[in-house]
């Protein structure tokens, strides 16, 4: 029987931000000594547990198995509250050595553990030592002077600047969800477009137009996303809408993933159809031009 010995990467990877993937960067460097690099995850946010209430998501769950697998990380989950309760010891003991076999772990310089986050990185360090399991504790992540963190990118991303949100996720901010019937609107005025809901408890950017992408067999186009209730018609309930730049067919009920580049412009309502018709074809323009000079992103 094979013996899997694995190199732990240990924090929230709630948004899967540049500081989350320094630490997983660690873990996968363990690959040469023949760990298996390892992300330990929460089933659920602590918070939910320890205050009912849990954070937005910046990262949907099928994004984050999506990019990890593409990383090469395996995946191991725990609950909240079976950990909660024990000390760092325990913690150390029963999930890192017993459970995942750690031959190393690695995390940031600000990891907490054990119950009411009674271990750090000194504790971590001695544990590890006793134990014969290599530490790494990879660096702060910093941009524009202060800790790359999953409360700044939600708070960015509520604020409509997509591009610091970008800037510290090492990627673009994304969502997918179904493609659901419209009223085709966008048909009737020449700018077909997809309609999606957001999933419960993730964030929802500032309402507005963005330039966006999104990827159909292997190719990336630019397009145009609303984000909001379309003032221009009545009763209409918050979604997105993207208009795929140059794509034409049919996308009802497949699971599209939208990425976000810059905020254009906020809701307008239009006195008619002309005026929306015009101020699509410039959105488009702006759109093209973003996706253009857009640099380089995993998407």
Known sequence: MNYIRRAVALGSFDGLHKGHKAVLACALSYGERGLVPCALLFASHPLLTLTGCAPEEILQSSVRDRLLYGMG????????TEVCAMSPDEFFEEILVKRLSAGAVCCGENYRFGSGGAGGVKELKALCEKNGVSLTVAPTVMFGGEPVSSTRIRFAVKQGDIPLANAMLGRPFCYEAVVKHGYRRGHLIGAP????YFDSGFIVPETGVYASSVVLGGRE????????RRPSF??????????ILGFDGDLYGECVQVNLFEYIRGEIKFPDMDRLKAQISLDAEKAISIFDNRGDFDV
């Open 221 to 228: 186009y630019a397009g145009v996303t609303n984000i909001g």
């Open 73 to 80: 990380v395996e995946e191991k989950f725990i609950d909240f």
């Open 234 to 243: 009545e009763n209409e309930d918050l979604r997105s809408e993207t208009c």
């Open 193 to 196: 477009t997809i309609n999606q």
